[in-house]
């Protein structure tokens, strides 16, 4: 009797911490289910994308207040932002007009964006003969023929902001900024590669570009660079689908096949 009192004094200590587990186990779950009211699942309020009867269009989403702008958005330059002005017959309107003063910081921030993203295409000169279009793309515009050269400055950040043909919108790449000074360094371009002696300030020695090259120990850099053989695909193209990058080439002349016909039988007699 003796050893069995021992026995269960000593497990008394196991027994008390049981116990306070349970009774705070049992008082956390009180609280717990006091605090699930559903009074706090439908109280009054309004969910996103859900009907409301508080409102007469019984909308939970309410419109925004006329002419009200978000914060960081209050685009008071039109045209800064859009490349166009209203016209006087109510149309978009370009115009060959920088929005702000260029200096050479921008010229040099339109070129460094230029070669990132757009000599790809339109090559370091502008000529639409970049390395992609030799690899198969479609040609790109050339900078430097009447019809670009006679497109006012801000046709080019238009199209830089909403894309052109096959060319996608650089807008998301290029903030507005970036863009007016990557079309002002097209313009800067242009007028480069059309430049004559004449254009050159008086005094200043004109170089041949062969000439430079030459001196600086590289003559093969005023030369055609010619691709590597593992670079392009050079599979005879198919007219009647198209060259590389385009749609089929003559839609509105498409291949006829007419088979041939069987002469006439001879006439019986």
């Known amino acids: 009797m003796r050893k069995q009192l021992s026995v269960l004094s000593s497990q008394l200590p196991a027994f008390g911490a049981l116990r306070r587990g349970i009774l705070f186990t049992g008082a956390f779950a009180v609280v717990f289910v006091a605090g699930c009211r559903q009074d706090m699942q439908n109280q009054p309020k309004l969910i996103p994308q859900r009907g409301s009867e508080m409102f007469a269009d019984h909308r939970g989403a309410r419109p925004q207040v006329a002419n009200t702008v978000a914060r960081g958005q209050l685009r008071e330059d039109s045209y800064f932002y859009t490349g166009v002005v209203q016209g006087a017959n109510g149309y978009r309107e370009e115009k060959d007009l920088m929005p702000f003063p260029v200096t050479m910081e921008v010229l040099n921030r339109g070129q460094e964006r230029f070669n990132v993203y757009c000599t790809p295409c339109h090559s370091r000169v502008g000529n639409g003969l970049g390395e992609i279009v030799q690899r198969g793309y479609k040609p790109a515009a050339n900078f430097h023929d009447q019809v670009r050269l006679a497109q006012p400055v801000s046709h080019y950040f238009y199209v830089m902001t909403h894309g ?47 000439d430079v090259a030459t001196g600086e120990g590289h003559p093969e850099y005023a030369q ?30 498409p291949a006829l096949s007419i088979p041939v016909s069987k002469p006439a039988p001879a006439a019986q007699k």
Do not use: F, H
Not at 172 to 178: H, I, N, V
Not at 185 to 198: G, M, N, P, V, W
């Open 164 to 210: 052109y043909g096959a060319m996608p919108d650089y807008s998301a790449q290029l903030t507005p900024a970036d863009r007016w000074a990557v079309a002002a360094y097209i313009r800067a371009l242009q007028l480069s590669q059309a430049a004559t002696a004449k254009d050159v300030p008086a005094g200043t020695q004109v170089r041949n570009l062969k």
């Open 224 to 253: 055609p660079w010619p691709l590597p053989e593992t670079g392009i695909q050079a599979y005879k193209p198919i007219a009647s689908q198209g060259t590389p990058g385009m749609a089929p080439a003559y839609p509105a002349d």
